[in-house]
């Protein structure tokens, strides 16, 4: 009886198989990967690890291979100290035994040199910063700088934006009363979406208010963001299946388009001058 109920334990912790099926084919090795970036003109993925030790992980689309980015023995931290003032330093040693992440955005750069964004959850919620080198067989990551988040934000997604700095979606507060929580699952606002600049630091975009803010999405043009979030009986309601669209508008023109739902379906807003904004499907 007591070897039935140890091979009943030992099956129930054994990994779920990661062999192919049918013409799907599975990338094995990774863990909580909340999110994906693609290092343009080339076979690499970039990969969040929110579990276990946490990580950047680089994946081989060609061979489904997953290596470890960072931290890894390659990797190098440099801090650009005048892009990234506020930050306090290169993560340390016990930051990196456990360096959970979550949001991921590559801003493409020149002679194949880029920029990685990812947030960080860890003894400091931060948006932590890579220069991509994809120059040699293998992409290497360089850690330049950071930027820590404000009491009590817990960050959930990053996007770079086109005039420098970036934006990042408060998705749930990581302290205090779990009031932000009972808000959110109720469909009230309990976050919004927060801008960093060089030099001025954090500020919220006003009128970005929403339930459990999540990925966020600029368009190309810079004339809005998608932000699927929980809140519902808004106004300009598009209904698409199961899904439930609403739009607002914030910020000098910033348009959002929030859904509640598995993925975010776009749809024209009312407004002749406002833009279809780009999407994607998410993990997070």
Not at 12 to 37: I, K, R, T, W, Y
Not at 204 to 223: D, R
Request: charged share 20%.
């Amino acid at each position: 009886m007591t070897g039935l109920i140890l091979l009943g334990l030992l099956l129930q912790q054994a990994p779920a198989p990661c062999s192919p099926s049918g013409n799907v084919q599975f990338v094995c090795g990774q863990e909580a990967p909340e999110d994906l970036a693609v290092l343009p003109g080339s076979d690499w993925v970039f990969a969040s690890d929110f579990s276990g030790n946490g990580g950047i992980r680089l994946i081989n689309t060609r061979d489904f291979t997953t290596t470890m980015a960072y931290p890894a023995p390659t990797a190098k931290d440099k801090l650009d100290a005048k892009t990234y003032d506020s930050c306090p330093g290169a993560p340390d040693v016990a930051e990196k035994a456990k360096f959970r992440t979550h949001g991921l955005a590559l801003r493409p750069g020149k002679n194949s040199l880029h920029t990685l964004y990812t947030v960080h959850h860890g003894n400091r919620e931060s948006v932590e910063i890579f220069e991509v080198d994809a120059r040699g067989k293998i992409p290497a990551l360089t850690w330049i700088g950071c930027a820590v988040a404000p009491e009590p934000i817990g960050l959930n997604e990053v996007v770079p934006l086109p005039d420098g700095g970036f934006a990042a979606t408060n998705f749930l507060a990581r302290s205090g009363p779990g009031a932000d929580r009972t808000k959110m699952m109720a469909g009230e606002k309990n976050g919004e979406i927060w801008e960093w600049q060089t030099a001025k630091g954090w500020k919220v975009i006003p009128g970005s208010e929403a339930a459990g803010a999540n990925g966020l999405e600029v368009s190309k043009t810079a004339s809005g963001f998608t932000l699927p979030h929980g809140e519902a009986n808004r106004s300009s309601v598009c209904h698409a299946g199961r899904h439930r669209q609403n739009a607002m508008k914030f910020r000098s023109g910033f348009e959002s388009i929030t859904s509640v739902g598995p993925a975010t379906v776009p749809f024209s807003l009312p407004d002749k001058q406002a833009r279809r904004l780009p999407h994607r499907q998410r993990t997070s």
